[in-house]
Structure formats: structure tokens, C-alpha cells
């Protein structure tokens, strides 16, 4: 009896991550609730007996990947609404008029990866700006990088054309260079 | 098809090929572009940091 409450104490432990990730996903607090509720009642469901905590964690991510992929389908319609932040174009500020399209300013030289991979606020800052990224961009875009799936898939997901998405990868990329830049690579102090 | 191409041009290819194969032409294209251009050659070093950067954070998603 007690290895099953451990079970249940384990699988509740862990409820905030996967509400973090969730929320990050789908950038609605009521779908990341219903998603992770959906994940901790199938883990419930089932309490197989897990060699470790990390072992435990690696599947209930799993099973949130599932949970939050039918919602993203589920509430298709509203999950690719844009805002006028998602219509913004950031070619106009980066490229010039003229027929040469030319970039306005030399882009910033930032150096090695390893001077910022190997630094852990460069994670908590990439983390912030994609969170802070408009919400359709952002859930299109951690579909593709996080839920590590292809453009076909996430176009039938959503329901939304293939040139839809790449308009809306190419400003989600773009936004995200911007804000690391900005909150990162304008500071840097490379390891 | 174009093989002479801007640098808005050669952005857009250059963000698309992280979501698509590129056509041969195309990454010609580039190549032959990035010969001349600082700032596109640039913009392709902080992509591929990007990349390696969300590589990286996928690494520690799943592991932490």
C-alpha cells in the first residue's frame, strides 16, 4: 500500500515541471491544466514500478507530449488566432528598400557556441524570450523544437496551410534571434 | 529559378532550411552569396549557435 502512495507522492511531485512545460506549449493556462491532469491521471492509471525518478519523469513527459498534442488539435481554431504582435514583420527593420535588399546593419558577431552554451542563465534567457514569443508563433514553434514534429504533422494538426507556417517559423526565429540579443548577446560575457 | 539572391532572400532560405531540405540550386545559392556578404555569413554563424543552442536545451529538458 505504501509503494503505491509513493507512487502517487512521486507522480504529484512533479505536477509543477509538467505544468511548466505544458503552459510553455500551449500558452493557455486551462488547456496546460487539462493536459497535465489528462498525463498524472494515465500515470495514476497505470503505477508500474519505476527504477528511478528520472526513469518516472522521462515518461510522464512522454505522455504530456500526447496530452498536449490533442490539445493543440482540439482547440486548433483558437491555438493559431494572431495577435498584432504575430503580424508583425521584422524583415522591414532588418532588410532595406532598395531592389538589393540589403541588410541595414551588420549583424553582431557572437562568437563561439561554447562561450554561452556552457553558461546556464544563457538557458534561462533563451527559455524567457521563447515563452515570450507571440502565442501562435510560439506554440508553432516549440511544436517544431520541442514536440519534434514535421511541418506536415503540425500543419494537419492545426489545420493551417504550409505557407502559413512558414511565415509564422520564419518571424518566430527571427523574434527569438532579436530577443536573445537583446537580453543576452548585447551584454555577453563569454566564459 | 535565381541564383543571384539578397540578403532578405538568403535569410528566408536560411531559416526555411532549418524546416526543409533545400533544393540543390538553392544552396548554391547561398553559397555563392555568402562568398561576397559579411552579413549574411553572419547571420548563418548565429543561426547555426541557435540550432545548437536548442539542441542543447533539448538535452536538458529531458534530463534535468
Not at chain 1, 496546460?32 to 498525463?39: F, I, L, N, P, R
Not at chain 1, 491555438?79 to 532598395?98: C, P, R
Amino acid at each position: 500500500m505504501s509503494d503505491t502512495s509513493d507512487f502517487a507522492a512521486q507522480v504529484e511531485a512533479l505536477r509543477p515541471q509538467l505544468l511548466r512545460f505544458a503552459r510553455s506549449q500551449l500558452r493557455n493556462d486551462a488547456w496546460a491544466e487539462d493536459a497535465v491532469s489528462e498525463t498524472l491521471l494515465a500515470a495514476l492509471e497505470k503505477p508500474h514500478s519505476f527504477a528511478g525518478r528520472s526513469q518516472l519523469k522521462t515518461w510522464l513527459v512522454a505522455v504530456l507530449k500526447h496530452k498536449v498534442i490533442d490539445q493543440l488539435r482540439r482547440h486548433a481554431r483558437e491555438a493559431t488566432v494572431l495577435t498584432t504582435d504575430d503580424g508583425e514583420d521584422l524583415d522591414e527593420s532588418l532588410f532595406d528598400d532598395s531592389s538589393r535588399g540589403h541588410w541595414r546593419e551588420m549583424p553582431p558577431d557572437w562568437g563561439s557556441p561554447e562561450a554561452h552554451l556552457g553558461q546556464r542563465q544563457f538557458f534561462e534567457v533563451l527559455e524567457a524570450c521563447m515563452d515570450h514569443l507571440p502565442p501562435t508563433q510560439g506554440r508553432v514553434f516549440m511544436m517544431r523544437e520541442w514536440l519534434e514534429l514535421s511541418t506536415d504533422e503540425i500543419c494537419k494538426e492545426l489545420q493551417i496551410t504550409a505557407t502559413n507556417l512558414w511565415v509564422l517559423l520564419h518571424r518566430a526565429r527571427l523574434r527569438l534571434r532579436e530577443c536573445l540579443q537583446q537580453h543576452w548577446f548585447n551584454n555577453a560575457r563569454p566564459a | 529559378m535565381k541564383i543571384r539572391r539578397t540578403c532578405r532572400d538568403v535569410t528566408r532560405l536560411v531559416l526555411e532550411s532549418q524546416d526543409r531540405p533545400l533544393g540543390a540550386l538553392e544552396a548554391l545559392s547561398l553559397r555563392l552569396h555568402w562568398l561576397a556578404c559579411g552579413g549574411c555569413r553572419r547571420f548563418r554563424d548565429q543561426q547555426q549557435l541557435m540550432q545548437q543552442a536548442m539542441d542543447r536545451w533539448r538535452q536538458y529538458r529531458d534530463g534535468d
